[in-house]
């Protein structure tokens, strides 16, 4: 029963006990995936950037530094109220000059035109999706000719979760979430072995042919 709950609440945190221990967690050990997945989106001044389930924020504050030119625009979609709220906080001030505009609600329904989009990125979420290739599709959908996505995760430690029941009942192995990657209309898709300080991890890269 609290296994599922952890499920849930990690996938969909909620302004509540759990999913206040749920932000912290993310906060602290979701900080070097964010930024490498940012970094790795190799992200220029005038980019249009799409975070998807931005959590508490940590990869849209990293993001934002690089989009230097007053064209460059930063997106970001999350399921949850409560991350969307924390996130809003975190961003307000950019938010409020127009530099960054969040949205609530779900992969499979992104509420921007098609190809609009230069850079994807997200981290540790694909496999709360509740159907990959619509969302696949969908990020697909939205992104430019020739725009690359990069997902961040870290294998080891999702194994070690699911171990624990605290992840259950997900397609968590990066093999049906790239499948699906292909069958969306995405190329060169990759993962890739990373390492940070001595730390490993893991990129899935993807470009959107059109």
């Not at 980019?47 to 990293?62: D, I």
């Not at 625009?73 to 906080?89: F, Q």
């Not at 540790?124 to 509740?130: E, Q």
């Not at 190329?187 to 490993?200: A, F, I, M, N």
Request: hydrophobic share 40%; charged share 25%.
């Amino acid at each position: 029963m609290l296994a599922r709950k952890l499920t849930q609440q990690l996938g969909h945190p909620t302004q509540s006990l759990v999913g206040w221990l749920v932000k912290q967690f993310l906060e602290r050990h979701n900080r070097v995936l964010e930024e490498r997945a940012v970094r790795l989106c190799e992200i220029q001044p005038d980019s249009t950037v799409l975070e998807v389930g931005f959590g508490p924020g940590l990869g849209l504050q990293e993001a934002v530094q690089y989009l230097t030119d007053p064209k460059g625009k930063l997106l970001g979609l999350d399921y949850s109220e409560y991350m969307h709220k924390v996130a809003r906080e975190r961003l307000r001030d950019h938010i409020a000059s127009g530099k960054v505009q969040l949205f609530q609600g779900r992969v499979e329904s992104i509420p921007l035109p098609a190809c609009s989009v230069d850079k994807v990125y997200h981290c540790n979420c694909y496999y709360f999706w509740p159907d990959l290739l619509a969302g696949s599709a969908e990020l697909h959908r939205v992104m430019k000719p020739g725009a690359l996505m990069v997902t961040t995760l870290k294998l080891a430690s999702i194994r070690e979760a699911v171990s624990r029941g605290v992840i259950q009942d997900k397609k968590w192995q990066p093999e049906p979430y790239m499948e699906a990657l292909i069958a969306a209309g995405f190329t060169d898709v990759r993962l890739e072995e990373k390492q940070h300080k001595g730390r490993d991890f893991q990129a899935i890269f993807a470009t959107a042919a059109k």
